[in-house]
């Protein structure tokens, strides 16, 4: 019998369908020479740290070092505490049963890190001994898992992964417990105190971001505007120069040039500049890009999208979910001509699927070496009905982002005059010359809404264009503004740095916090651990997420570059790098900050409040 072990029981009777399995028993569904068995997602995690001895939470046993972790099943908390899973002990039990009467076993757990650090623990746990083969695939689709199973790969070809997530789930393990440990232990123990490897550092650059928009001190500023006319166009061009001192602008401004004053010349342009450019598509969608998008245009929580794109794939409707990668290969491009017809119907976007028939697709999206374990996002073309508005709506994320992607360059002329009247003024205006990838939403850039110019007259350098309107403009320089789910996912990738470039930002994400598939989970325990909240569509931080802050701001473990560099190593482990360096360095790095956290925590408890948590007032006029 062959035994093939999906991640959860969803995904094992789908399989067990494809390939015609009916009979179903307990914890499997057997059938044509296959038994179909599940997971429920972790069955199993490392020990906790009194089962290597370190009993209560004492001084003495920081930093708590197990020589080689154990594996222990999933607890649930009764009103008795933590006592294990039993659903997860009864499951084990039929997965070690037939493994036992396995002639193959098959791993069908999600084809990435998670997935494969799922399948070892329970095969490691039960003690298993015989090889397997592993199914990967980027589609749920009947052909893609019927494809998969002819392919079946040596389960050896993945212990580099399996590698790369053991290394980060006990590097998970060592940097919480001892940091969580040691702040609550200094801080009295009277409160845990929770920290983490990502959430740490997480934290720290959303209470920093709050803070310096508090602290923000608005400086005023002056510019002047003024109106000018050509071929009854009339155009606003903006003074170059801000003015910090009002009665030195005041002056300027009564020099300059306009009709209303009687003065015939007006403003003279002294230079033109009109450049053609073009914009490329965007890359498609991985998951971080797609929960940005679906964060930005619906409000949507990145848990949440996750969420949908997961039921989105498990209903074959989308490639898989948790990919890092923003490219496919030339292979997967060879089938996006026919993937496009199947959306030439599509009520929104039809018109440019049939468009993009009759041209060259835009290739910026294809470049297997950029594929890692799984290509980007993309729609399967299977048929889509019934889907509730939230499904809908990322469904309609993906395919959109695909006819971008395959798109033309939008092709634009951008225009910048100079004109002299008292003072330097500049113009701007950008036209759209060829919309190309930007008519499959037809909407306008997020820099662009605000540009004073739709479009500019032509002038000439010499010309001079009567001015028949000037205002002494009054402003305020403005903070950054708060992290949202969107922008957060944003910095996380670049371990907040501010990077615009897509192309760039990608070429970091080895170095980023976390992984796509992990960050939603990092928000969400940061609002569990009520370190942060949601208002509206901002994440800010408590009076305990900055109480924890004012501890650790300075401290190893709240720094986001040095976590991004872990990320790194997580990253070039799963390509062959040394495990032993990795636990060497990720142990004295574990010593390190248990000690500085240690005698950190004093004082803490006078900066928490004994209440339920409330974000941190923000005065009028601050947003």
């Known amino acids: 019998m062959k035994i093939v072990i999906a991640e959860k029981p969803s995904v094992g009777r789908e399989l067990a369908k494809v390939f015609g399995a009916t009979t179903r028993k307990d914890g ?45 099943i999933r607890k649930i908390k009764t009103k008795d505490g933590f006592v294990e899973d039993p659903a997860v002990r009864k499951q084990l039990d039929t997965i070690k049963k037939l493994f036992d009467e396995a002639t193959e076993i098959i791993v069908a757990t999600d084809a990435g890190r998670e997935g494969e650090l799922i399948f070892r623990y329970i095969y490691y746990y039960l003690k298993c001994k015989k090889p397997f083969k592993r199914l990967w695939i980027s589609s749920q689709t009947d052909e893609a898992i019927k494809d998969g199973f002819r392919n079946l790969k040596p ?18 393990w060592l940097v919480g417990m001892n940091a969580t440990q040691a702040l609550s232990i200094s801080a009295g123990n009277r409160t845990v105190l929770s920290l983490g490897r990502v959430q740490t550092p997480t934290l720290a650059m959303i209470c920093a971001r709050f803070l310096e928009i508090k602290n923000f001190v608005p400086q005023t500023y002056f510019q002047i505007s003024i109106q000018l006319i050509k071929d009854e166009q009339t155009f606003k061009a903006v003074s170059v120069t801000n003015y910090k001192d009002k009665s030195e602008v005041e002056g300027i401004f009564k020099l300059v040039e306009d009709v209303a004053s009687g003065f015939p010349i007006g403003g003279n342009i002294i230079a033109v500049e009109a450049k053609p450019r073009k914009e490329p598509p965007p890359l498609l969608h991985d998951l971080s890009s797609l929960q940005q998008e679906a964060n930005k245009k619906k409000g949507f929580t990145a848990d949440q999208t996750l969420n949908i794109l997961q039921n989105l794939y498990e209903s074959k409707l989308v490639s898989y979910p948790r990919t890092g990668s923003r490219y496919i290969g030339d292979d997967v491009f060879a089938g996006v001509p026919a993937l496009i017809d199947k959306f030439i119907n599509h009520p929104e976007f039809g018109k440019q699927a049939q468009f993009l028939q009759t041209v060259s697709l835009n290739k910026r999206s ?43 360059e939008c092709l634009k002329e951008v225009t910048k005059i100079t004109i002299q009247s008292a003072t330097t003024f500049m113009a701007n205006g950008t036209v759209i010359r060829s919309a190309g990838w930007r008519s499959v939403y037809n909407e306008t850039e997020d820099d662009k809404k605000d540009e004073d110019n739709v479009a500019l007259p032509k002038v000439a350098v010499g010309e001079q264009l009567p001015i028949v309107e000037k205002t002494l403009l009054e402003k305020q320089t403005k903070p950054k503004s708060m992290f949202n789910e969107a922008s957060l996912l944003k910095a996380l990738e670049t371990s907040g740095k501010e990077i615009e470039d897509e192309e760039l930002r990608y070429a970091m994400k080895d170095s980023g916090l976390g992984t796509p598939a992990t960050r939603a989970s990092i928000i969400e325990t940061l609002i569990a651990r009520e370190y942060i909240i949601r208002e509206k569509r901002n994440l ?12 650790v701001k300075n401290k190893q473990i709240a720094q986001p570059e040095l976590t991004g560099q872990w990320e790194k190593r997580l990253e070039e482990i799963r390509t062959g790098a040394s495990v032993k360096d990795f636990k ?18 004093a004082g803490i408890l006078g900066k928490l409040e004994e209440r339920k948590p409330e974000k941190v007032s923000y005065r009028a006029g601050f947003r």
Request: charged share 20%.
């Open 28 to 72: 499997y569904i057997e059938g044509k020479g296959y038994s179909f068995t599940w997971a429920f997602g972790h069955l199993l995690q490392l020990a906790p740290p009194q089962d290597y001895g370190f009993i209560g939470w004492r001084k003495q046993h920081l930093p708590m070092l197990p020589a080689k972790f154990k594996l222990a």
């Open 155 to 172: 389960g050896t070809d993945y212990d580099t992964l399996f590698n790369s997530a053991h290394c980060r789930s006990e590097s998970d």
């Open 584 to 601: 060497a360095e990720i142990t004295e790095y574990t010593k390190a900050i248990t000690s500085e956290l240690l005698i950190a925590g």
């Open 366 to 408: 294809v470049n297997a070496k950029k594929v890692t374990d799984h290509h980007a996002v993309l729609p399967t073309g299977e048929e889509a009905y019934g889907l509730n508005a939230d499904k809908q709506a990322v469904y309609d994320m993906v395919v959109g982002r695909m006819l971008e992607a395959f798109h033309q």
């Open 540 to 551: 800010l931080p408590t009076n305990k997420g900055l109480a924890v802050y004012e501890v």
